[in-house]
């Protein structure tokens, strides 16, 4: 029962994380405009995100529009939309293969080795799942940090880290702890000579008992015979 229970709530919190990572590659907020220098610019705020430009302003009026050209964006945003979009897909291979390795469900539950196989599986692609997550958010990050930091990158030009960045470290963690704990509640391969011994017992109870053989009718060649004088 408590590898049960832990299993459903890694199994939780890896969807959760899994909700977030799509939340993130949807969302525009991975650069924000940075409040620096004299000139401080607050009747609009530039977000900038893998997907789309937005400029939000303080009016409530927002404007998005989308990349034209994918080459001509900046390396760290077109490996962002490559390794969000296998970390969607990995997430979603991870709940369905998890799901087939729980306790709580009767895919393979007659078989002990390929149940906890498949919950196995599903943990170590839930931690492959973060860290997809985890080199694009960093590397963004760095990005940002370098130009911020940067002299010869103009005022207006320079970013900050916005909530995107946050949320998709979030997820990341949440992602490969709950990959962790799930592929450690898997339970212990039993060794192959006690499941033999314990599958043969099985078969044998179940087995009926065979009838005697009949006897066998005794033949006057089989005895010796006696001599007589």
Not at 53 to 72: P, R
Not at 155 to 182: D, F, N, P, T
Not at 188 to 198: I, N, Q, V
Request: aromatic share 8%.
């Amino acid at each position: 029962m408590v590898n049960t229970g832990m299993q459903l709530i890694s199994f939780t919190c890896a969807v959760t994380g899994w909700i977030m990572a799509i939340a993130v590659t949807a969302l525009p907020q991975w650069k924000v405009t940075a409040f620096i220098g004299s000139n401080i610019l607050t009747s609009e705020i530039v977000w900038q995100g893998i997907w789309m430009n937005c400029i939000y302003q303080t009016t409530g009026h927002m404007q998005c529009k989308t990349y034209d050209s994918m080459l001509a964006l900046p390396p760290d945003i077109q490996a962002a939309r490559a390794l969000m979009c296998l970390a969607i897909f990995l997430g979603w291979l991870s709940c369905t293969v998890s799901c087939c390795g729980m306790k709580c469900t009767t895919c393979a539950a007659d078989d002990r080795h390929a149940k906890a196989g498949i919950a196995l599986s599903g943990g170590v692609l839930f931690i492959l799942t973060g860290l997809c997550v985890l080199v694009p958010i960093s590397w963004t990050a760095n990005s940002v940090v370098r130009d911020f930091y940067n002299p010869s990158v103009p005022l207006v030009h320079k970013r900050e880290l916005g909530q995107a960045i946050y949320l998709g470290w979030a997820s990341a963690v949440i992602l490969m702890i709950s990959g962790a704990v799930l592929s450690s509640t898997c339970p212990h391969l039993e060794r192959e000579g006690g499941y033999r011994r314990g599958y043969i017992a099985r078969s044998f109870t179940s087995t009926r008992p065979s009838a005697p053989d009949p006897p066998k009718p005794i033949s006057s060649n089989s005895l010796p015979l006696k001599e007589y004088v």
